[in-house]
């Protein structure tokens, strides 16, 4: 089945230097990565990894340095693939609050897509009442403006006008940030009902790996722009199979006052992509760093039943019976 959302070794630069600069900074390398329909994928690494760049050069943003990005099987490139991909997919903004004019009313907002995009909406209250019983807030509600909106009732809000147009792809970027424990559980929920309810296809950029756990099919993870691990969930969250990957999961926090703090720790900072570490771009910072980490890079190689990994020491498998290296 053609996957909805499909790239191939994408890669996004940026300018270094002055205005007048031609100097190019890589941020985004390689990456290749499928989302299939009705599925949800993570993405996830620490800040600076890459992730929000990476939801922006989907979404046309930001110009891809080279690869290609294909929806629904029709090549992303030029005004008429950006039109088609932007009508069929949806973003939903990390801050909810600050993605909402103040000018507008809520049902104003939620009907805000109909009017970009131009599609006949005859009964702009019926439809506002409509997305907002969708995502379970009352129809009275489109009177309101968004500074008198509770944070969850701006996410909610968000993700009605996600989905006014029906897409078929969602990119969430950080979708509970900012919301207490109780109100992230809501909209995880509610986002995993519309998801079943609607067939839509979710890629959630995000650190909260609580929230990875809850929603994701699959993850990928992401250090200084590269995919170092991908895998279904559960699989990865049970036997990480790149250092990285295994230090996230560590790090994460678990009530337990047991567990000493010194023992969830990443080693070190994040290195600067002005100087990426020569062979592997993680062995200033792994526990496990041997010398080929420190000589040669490593490529992404196949760990398991879909699963995929790049690292030296993790252990491979054969593919088709022979070892087969993935290119990303």
């Known amino acids: 089945m053609t996957p909805v959302l499909d790239l ?43 992730k929000t760049t990476l939801a922006r050069a989907v979404m046309g943003l930001q110009p891809i340095a080279a690869g290609s990005i294909a929806f629904e099987g029709v090549a992303v490139s030029g005004r008429a693939g950006l039109v088609r991909l932007r009508r069929n997919a949806a973003l939903m903004f990390q801050d909810a609050t600050a993605s909402l004019s103040p000018r507008l009313t809520v049902g104003d907002l939620v009907t805000e897509p109909f009017r970009i995009h131009r599609q006949p909406l005859p009964d702009p209250r019926r439809a506002a009442g ?30 009605a006008r996600a989905l006014a147009l029906k897409p078929r792809l969602v990119i969430a970027d950080e979708p509970t940030a900012g919301l207490d424990v109780s109100v992230q559980a809501e909209v995880l ?53 790149h250092p990285y990957t295994a230090s996230l999961i560590a790090a994460e926090p678990v009530p337990d006052p047991r567990r000493r703090r010194a023992d969830l720790a990443i080693r070190g900072e994040v290195p600067s992509i002005l100087r990426r570490p020569a062979g592997c771009e993680f062995h200033t910072r792994c526990p496990l760093a041997r010398d080929i980490c420190r000589q040669r890079a490593p490529d992404l190689a196949v760990t398991g039943p879909d699963r995929r990994a790049r690292c030296h020491l993790a252990v491979t498998q054969p593919e088709q019976g022979e070892r087969h290296a993935v290119e990303n």
């Open 8 to 50: 191939a070794r994408v890669s996004v630069d940026l300018p270094q230097g002055g205005f007048l600069s031609r100097a190019r900074l890589p941020i985004v390398l390689e990456v290749s990565l499928h989302v299939a329909r009705g599925q949800s994928v993570a993405l996830v690494g620490e800040s600076g990894s890459g």
């Open 130 to 159: 409509d997305l907002l019983g969708m995502v379970g807030l009352p129809a009275a509600m489109a009177g309101r403006y968004p500074h008198e909106l509770s944070g969850g009732q701006a996410r909610r809000v968000g993700v």
């Open 189 to 241: 929920n509610l986002m995993t009902d519309l998801r079943q309810a609607m067939g839509l296809a979710y890629l959630i950029i995000t650190h909260n790996l609580a929230l990875v756990r809850h929603v994701a099919d699959r993850v990928a993870v992401l250090y200084l722009g590269r995919v170092v691990e991908e895998g279904p969930t559960a699989a990865v969250f049970a036997a990480p199979a």
